[in-house]
């Protein structure tokens, strides 16, 4: 009986572990491809872009490239899951949306940028939007 139960608990400890990690390479490979600008809202209010304007996103596995009309930065990136989004958008969010963050080169200090795929779109958000400082990205899958 008592292997019994820990067999029982052993496996449920493997598909919950598994289960966690498919979560996270979901979002990670969901975000590999390339990305261009559709929408800006910040400080200075909303702005709309169309089709073919330059401002591209590429993402492969771990490196990215951004782009206005010429290469002007690049480097690599992961995706971490991190459940504070509310607190550093200052803003009252689903339970289940910008639970990921991108870290980009392995800077911890820099603002944290929170994103959320779907539907062909990614959007990044940043700053505090209680306090005007708070920054929303769009863009659409190419």
């Known amino acids: ?3 019994l139960m820990q067999s029982i608990c052993f496996g ?3 598909i919950l572990f598994s289960s966690c990690k498919k979560d996270e390479s979901i979002i ?3 975000i590999i491809g390339e990305w261009e600008l559709r929408q800006t809202l910040g400080d200075m209010g909303l702005k709309n872009y169309p089709p073919g304007n330059g401002n591209i996103l590429k993402y492969t596995k771990s490196n990215f490239q951004s782009f206005n009309g010429q290469s002007v930065t690049s480097g690599y ?3 971490v899951f991190d459940a504070t989004a509310e607190a550093n ?3 009252q969010l689903p339970s ?3 639970r990921n963050r991108i870290i980009y080169d392995n800077n911890l200090t820099d603002i944290k ?3 959320q795929i779907s539907n062909n779109r990614l959007i990044l958000r940043s700053g505090c939007f209680g306090a005007d400082g708070g920054v929303r990205l769009e863009y659409e899958r190419q």
């Open 1 to 3: 009986m008592k292997f």
């Open 12 to 14: 449920a400890f493997i």
């Open 96 to 98: 289940n949306e910008f």
């Open 89 to 91: 958008l200052c803003l």
């Open 77 to 79: 990136y992961k995706i």
């Open 28 to 30: 990670s490979t969901s």
């Open 113 to 115: 940028k929170f994103i």
